[in-house]
Nanobody, 125 residues
């Protein structure tokens, strides 16, 4: 089993930056792909970004590409999501997730076996 705990959410101004963190515990000996998803009120959960075990391979959704950066520090069992130039439409509950499958372009939620509880990010104008 794998447990994930997110932190770093809160309320920020449009145009500002913030960083989310997710600590992974449990079966951390496996080479999990780690990803970030988000869900806004009334909308489906959507993929944001993912990174492979070595941290060299990443994928981003078109809506965040160029503004968000995903990274991981395996020595700390932590994955980060640096969010720059935040927009009101980035407001959502952000989830960290782990997948035992290889990193692929089609990062749908069903490929991720383990999920955190989420951290809220609210962008105000």
């Amino acid at each position: 089993q794998v447990q994930l705990v997110e932190s770093g959410g809160g309320t920020v101004q449009a145009g500002d930056s913030t960083t989310l963190s997710c600590v992974v515990s449990g079966r951390t000996d496996r080479e999990y792909v780690l990803g970030w998803f988000r869900q806004a009120p009334g909308k489906e959960r959507e993929f944001v970004a993912a990174v492979n075990w070595v941290g060299a391979g990443t994928y981003y959704s078109d809506s965040v590409k160029g503004r968000f950066t995903i990274s991981r520090d395996n020595s700390k069992n932590t994955v980060y999501l640096r969010m720059n130039s935040l927009k009101r439409e980035d407001t959502a509950l952000y989830y960290c997730a782990a997948s035992p499958l290889p990193l692929r372009p089609d990062n749908t939620a069903d490929k991720y076996a383990y999920w955190g509880q989420g951290t809220q990010v609210t962008v105000s104008s």
